[in-house]
């Protein structure tokens, strides 16, 4: 995702995302491995099959790096705000006294 996009969505709702598009991966990775081991395939049939659960293991292998990355930023995001928090409480605090 570039990093203008990127800016433009909050990273839980990028998360979100993510977490759905491993989810369809991982489902339709299912579908074809069922598909795979249940019925009687030619050799071109199975080879096919198996460059597509090789594909979807590709991608739910990338998704699930990129939703590490997000949620590592998220978890940064959320500390920043809690000093934040903290900070202009001492803020007040001090002033108010």
Do not use: H
């Not at 909050?10 to 491995?33: F, Y």
């Not at 009687?40 to 990129?66: F, G, I, Q, T, V």
């Amino acid at each position: 995702m570039t990093k203008k996009k990127r800016e433009n969505l909050g990273v839980a709702l990028e998360i979100d995302g993510l977490e759905e598009k491993l989810s369809q991966c991982r489902r339709d990775l299912e579908v074809v491995n069922d598909r795979l081991y249940r019925a009687e395939l030619s050799p071109e049939a199975r080879s096919s099959l198996e460059k597509d659960r090789n594909s979807l293991m590709r991608k739910a292998s990338n998704y699930e790096r990129e939703l590490k990355l997000l949620r590592q930023e998220n978890r940064k995001n959320m500390l920043l705000s809690v000093a934040i928090f903290i900070l202009l409480t001492l803020i007040y605090v001090y002033w108010t006294t």
